[in-house]
């Protein structure tokens, strides 16, 4: 059997309508509302732990037009205002170093002045987020919400829903073993989801629970995949 290479880490590509909602319907329909421009609010500041889906937000409204992406270590380059841009998501401020701080506050006041509109991130709330209280302040001018991650049955059933629009059966201890001997956040999970499909049909096996040990232990070849 031939050896296969599998890329867990690859990045899938975001979009809202993937967004596993759970306790988030009103932050989903707000994101909806920014995509197209018509949020009464111009600015929106989320926070939650880390997988929860913050950057699955930012990416996927990344891909609506007229909107740019900015990571915390981005260039001075992408902190500058463009009249072109109506969008703008600023992503993990938590780790944006001083001068990054000093960009953000400017870009903020521009985004303001010119009724554009931007949707920043962090892993707590804009109070207690360790960057300087001038920045804090302009993250908290618009709405803020706490992204609530999945309860473990709701990410079963996004899996199983998920398998099962690609005509993917799987044994029924699938899941519960792979939330307990994987990453738990939905990026990771889904991602996994999709390398099983592959594991599957190029080894011509059913997705069980051993097929699903093979995998894991290809992944890493450390790991307990005992019970």
């Known amino acids: ?15 809202l309508d993937t967004f596993e909602v759970g306790q988030n319907a009103e932050l989903a329909h707000l ?3 920014f995509a197209e421009r018509r949020s009464r609010e ?4 989320l926070w939650g732990e880390t ?9 996927a409204l990344a891909a609506t037009p007229c909107s740019r992406y900015i990571a915390c270590d981005a260039p001075e380059s992408e902190f500058t205002y463009a009249p072109e841009t109506t969008l703008y998501l600023l992503d993990d401020c938590e780790k944006l170093s001083p001068q990054a701080q000093i960009d953000a506050f ?24 360790p ?19 999945l309860a473990d049955e709701q990410k079963i059933a996004a899996l199983t829903h998920a398998a099962e629009a690609r005509g993917l059966t799987l044994s029924a201890s699938v899941l519960p073993y792979l939330l307990s001997h994987f990453k738990r956040d939905m990026r990771s999970l889904s991602t996994m989801l999709d390398a099983l499909d592959q594991y599957s049909l190029e080894t011509q096996r059913p997705v069980t629970l051993p097929l699903l040990r093979d995998l894991l232990l290809q992944a890493n070849p450390q790991a307990d995949t005992k019970e």
């Open 1 to 15: 059997m031939k050896q296969l290479v599998l890329d867990l880490g690859a990045e899938q590509a975001h979009s």
């Open 31 to 33: 994101m909806h509302q």
């Open 42 to 45: 111009h600015f929106a500041y």
């Open 51 to 59: 997988g929860a889906g913050k950057t699955h937000l930012l990416q």
């Open 106 to 129: 400017a870009l903020f006041n521009q985004i303001r002045e010119h009724g554009a509109y931007m949707v920043s991130t962090g892993p707590v709330p804009p109070v207690v987020l």
């Open 131 to 149: 960057v300087r209280e001038d920045l804090r302040t302009r993250m908290g001018w618009g709405l803020i919400y706490q992204i609530h991650g």
